[in-house]
């Protein structure tokens, strides 16, 4: 079945560094990718998305490439900021599903991020 | 306009006890999913409506996990004889849910925490 593999966490930065996430998947075909955010008391929402290979979703000043060939969604910024702290969530939708159908999300890594 | 919403925002119960979840959805949005979240996890798909139908149900641990949206709006997931390892926290999401659409962005709600002793 599908599955999604994250880094082990937390993370914790200082202001103004650079950040990678990894996430890394398994799935038949060409899934579609996502990364989702929780900030601190609020519920989970959707930070950026790419539907085929070689696609970078980006929001937020925060990027992540499709890449097929190793199977990697990874997610960078060049620069965080104090308000990046939260927890990220690599997610996939698989290739054979519809548009409605169910995410398949990694455990979650948690970002802090110091002033 | 309002966000999914769900209640109660805790609850604590204990073994053996049934207990109801309850999600409104965005108002029409016609698909609404029910994940499962537990501790140091992330969210795992239990059930997905298309309007009143449970078009994905293949999430569900057991038959002691239900859930019904009889009128395609909101949603209840039941659980009879409750565990403790049904300790986690419930996220409910909706969607659009448009047929020709590439994806349509599933929005969640804040979850119930749910607290069997």
């Known amino acids: 079945g599908n599955s999604v593999t994250q880094m082990e966490g937390p993370v914790t930065l200082s202001e103004e560094a650079f950040l990678t996430i990894n996430c890394t998947y398994t799935a038949t075909g060409y899934p579609s990718l996502f990364w989702y955010v929780q900030y601190p008391g609020e519920g989970l929402q959707l930070l950026l998305k790419?539907?085929?290979?070689?696609d970078k979703g980006s929001n937020k000043g925060f990027e992540a490439t499709y890449r097929k060939e190793t199977t990697s969604f990874h997610l960078e910024k060049g620069s965080v900021q104090v308000s990046d702290s939260a927890v990220y969530f690599c997610?996939?939708?698989?290739?054979?599903?519809?548009?409605?159908?169910?995410?398949?999300f990694g455990k979650g890594i948690t970002l802090s991020v110091r002033p | 306009g309002a966000g999914v919403s769900q209640t109660p925002s805790n609850k604590v119960t204990e073994k053996g006890k049934y207990v109801e979840l309850r999600c409104d959805p965005i108002?029409?949005?016609?698909?609404l999913y029910w994940y499962r979240q537990s501790l140091g996890q992330g969210p795992e798909f239990l059930i997905y409506?298309?309007?009143?139908?449970?078009?994905?149900d293949s999430g569900l641990p057991n038959d002691r996990f239900f859930a019904v949206r009889p009128e395609g709006s909101v949603s209840t997931l039941k659980i009879q004889r409750t565990e403790r390892g049904d300790s986690a926290v419930y996220l409910c999401a909706s969607s659009q849910g448009l047929a020709g659409s590439s994806y349509n962005e599933q929005f969640f709600g804040p979850g119930t925490r749910l607290t069997v002793l």
């Open positions: 997610a996939l939708r698989g290739f054979w599903s519809g548009a409605n159908s169910k995410l398949t």
């Open positions: 108002s029409g949005h016609t698909a």
């Open positions: 790419a539907t085929k290979a070689d």
């Open positions: 409506f298309q309007g009143t139908g449970a078009a994905d």
